[in-house]
């Protein structure tokens, strides 16, 4: 049994319904999703009934986007309870401040020429967590560039005329609310963060497991991060990261993580959730 612990839909930038997302990881032989849309739970109800469907087991997830110091950093929170009132309240800023920053981005391109409404992005993005990658579909959309990766490069790049900084909460508070929520903190993607000297820290602050495995970890950075993890009693989890079809080819099937980090990460859960005092069943596990 093989699970992929990181994926998208358009819940956030990823581009697959999670019926489309279900069909792939089917294909794959996979037997256990965790959906991790950026800074949103909206999609895991649906998730969980596409699933279900499949007779796949499936962990309702998130990736709140974090900062420490001057670095940006992604905390995967999985087996939450996905209507805790704080985790709720505090998604419900994180999407606010995102739409903001749209309507800002968008304020940027007319400066610049670019007669892009903040609605046709709305339009298009049609979630509560709308991003960059939005934009500039809706850019291309509109005939202003001719591919996402023109927009980001010419535009919405950090440093480049539409860019705008994003609101982040620190990595600490986001591993503090995902616990709440009786969810299990991990942190994404260390490889392409480069913010290794934080770990020691966010381990002190609860974090729960460190993903290890990653499309885009060479072997040997799989290798490193599975010392530190070790290093730090971290546990080890991995996922694709697979947005769909928005940044090129589908990343669902790359990574194939064995059940056994599965239940040891559930075996967490169960232990957060006793702590928090909410022990609510969740996602399922077919019979
Ligand atoms: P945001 O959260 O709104 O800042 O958008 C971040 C998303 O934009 C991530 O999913 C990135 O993978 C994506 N992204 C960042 N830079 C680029 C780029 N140069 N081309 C395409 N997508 C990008
Ligand atoms: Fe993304
Ligand atoms: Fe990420
Ligand atoms: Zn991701």
């Known amino acids: 049994m093989f699970a992929d612990l990181h994926l998208h839909t358009h819940f956030s930038d990823g581009t697959y319904t999670p019926e489309e997302l279900v069909a792939q990881g089917q294909r794959h032989g996979l037997a256990v999703l965790a959906l991790t ?35 940006e950093l992604h905390i995967l929170g999985y087996f939450l309870d996905t209507e805790n009132a704080k985790l709720l309240a505090e998604i419900a800023k994180f999407q606010a401040v995102r739409q903001n920053r749209i309507r800002e981005m968008v304020a940027r391109l007319n400066a610049h020429q670019i007669p892009l409404r903040a609605e046709a992005v709305f339009e298009l993005a049609n979630c509560r967590s709308p991003g960059r990658p939005h934009v500039a579909r809706a850019m291309v959309q509109g005939g202003h560039c001719a591919t996402p990766d023109e927009a980001f490069q010419r535009f919405l790049r950090k440093d480049r005329p539409a860019w705008v900084p994003k609101f982040k909460v620190s990595a600490a ?50 290798r490193r991060y599975l010392e530190v993890a070790e290093q730090h009693r971290l546990l080890v989890t991995g996922g694709s990261d697979c947005h769909g079809l928005s940044k090129g080819k589908p990343l669902i099937g790359t990574i194939k993580l064995p059940y056994e980090y ?19 069943p969740r996602g399922n596990v077919p019979s």
Do not use: W, Y
């Not at 739970?41 to 796949?56: D, F, R, S």
């Not at 599965?262 to 609510?280: D, F, N, P, Y």
């Open 37 to 71: 849309d950026h800074d949103t739970v909206e999609g895991c109800a649906p998730m969980t009934a596409a699933c279900k469907l499949a007779g796949m087991e499936f962990i309702p997830g998130t990736e709140l986007t974090a900062e420490e110091g001057e670095n």
């Open 173 to 222: 508070h986001a591993i503090e609310l995902i616990h709440q929520a009786g969810g299990v903190a991990v942190m994404a993607h260390p490889g392409l963060n480069r913010t290794d000297e934080v770990i020691p820290a966010l381990a002190a602050a609860g974090l729960d497991g460190l993903e290890c495995f990653h499309t885009k970890h060479s072997t040997s950075t799989t």
């Open 262 to 280: 599965v239940a040891k990460l559930k075996a967490r859960a169960a232990e957060i959730q006793s702590k928090v005092g909410s022990r609510k």
